[in-house]
């Protein structure tokens, strides 16, 4: 399911209610999981833009009910902003429905295709460029979590089970250590032996969520810094996107998602370690986002756990690489041969950067809570 440049696309936007006559669709951004497509329709007013993705079932194994799960926090959402005197298609995702009213379009092959109205003057990033950026950021995805507090109803359906349960993660490393399938694992044993022997440490979240310790809350679960859009003009972070994973889980992992994308100094994919550093001026600006953005909901027990937090979630993440790495990259999307070792290289050279930097990331965290 890699995006297609053959694809007719033509075919599937004609399934939604767009008003104007398509122009082109092209392969759009760098998500690990989705096809995503940029639509371009002419209308008498102008030209007009529209997201259209196709959901990953391999990875969402239920796509009508994680349509549900965005439908409903879209609806939440949307309502806040208005209230607020804000902008809801600029400030929030805005769903399309389809001819037949329901916000996907399932395909005779089995795809399921969404539509989003395309945030206009505004930029995602794969690499922070200034502290204001992070901080921005760190306050919308924080604002966000606040904003759901008081969703009503069932809680929301969990699109993909134990996605960051650290210690479920390190029995799929070791299952596909076992099964070597690609006869990888000879190769990586350094990078092996850093995961495991870190397993103990990186399963404190989830034992203090067990203990009661930590609540459980709605929460985004894919913080990464390019899953928020920053305006143009203003060069505040704008809307919060890639909502396909918002279900219950630790505030934690949020912050913790921030932390590895907002401090890192190189790319995810940077092939060259040395490269790679946390970034402390960052890392304040995120606190301070996050912080303010959030507006006292949290409870000094998750605030004691951001520092662990951050290299909690890049272990976890760089775990997740290198199972993919060891079972011939069936997950994320590679671009080249070895990619998501290098992806795990990166992850697991920040963690040992947040390991040396701990102490200093405590002292920031005491400034501003
Ligand atoms: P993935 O789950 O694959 O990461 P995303 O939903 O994050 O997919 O979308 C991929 C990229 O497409 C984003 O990083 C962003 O640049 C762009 N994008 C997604 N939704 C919108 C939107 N509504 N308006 C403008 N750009 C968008
Ligand atoms: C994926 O969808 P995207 O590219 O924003 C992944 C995250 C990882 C991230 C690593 C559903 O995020 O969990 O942290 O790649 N999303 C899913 O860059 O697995
Ligand atoms: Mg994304």
Known sequence: MSADKNLDIASIVRNFRIDGDF?????YGSGHINDTYLGRFKTPAGETRYIHQRINHNIFKQPELLIENIARVTTHLRSKIQKAGGDPNRESLTLVPANDGKFFHKTPAGDYW???LFIDRAKT???????EHLRSGGQAFGRFGG????????????TIPMFHHTPNRLALLREAIDADCRNRAAGVKKEIQFALERSDEMGTLVRLQ????????ITHND???NNVMIDDDTQKAICVIDLDTV????????????????????????PDVSKVGANLTMFEALVRGYLEGAAGSLTSAEVDQFVLAGRVITFTIGVRFLTDYLKGDVYFKIRREG??????????KLVSELEKHAGEMDKIVARYR
Do not use: W
């Open 247 to 270: 279900m219950p889980g630790l505030v934690l992992y949020d912050f913790g998602d921030m932390v590895r994308t907002g401090t890192i100094t190189a790319m995810e994919d940077e």
């Open 114 to 116: 969404r539509t989003y």
């Open 125 to 131: 990033y794969d690499l922070v460029e200034t502290p």
């Open 210 to 217: 067990q203990e009661g310790k930590l609540p459980v809350r």
């Open 223 to 225: 913080t990464k810094f």
């Open 23 to 27: 122009i082109s669709g092209m392969p």
């Open 147 to 158: 904003m759901l507090g008081d969703m009503k109803g069932e809680p929301l359906h969990e």
């Open 339 to 348: 990619h998501n070792l290098d992806r795990c290289h990166t992850q697991f």
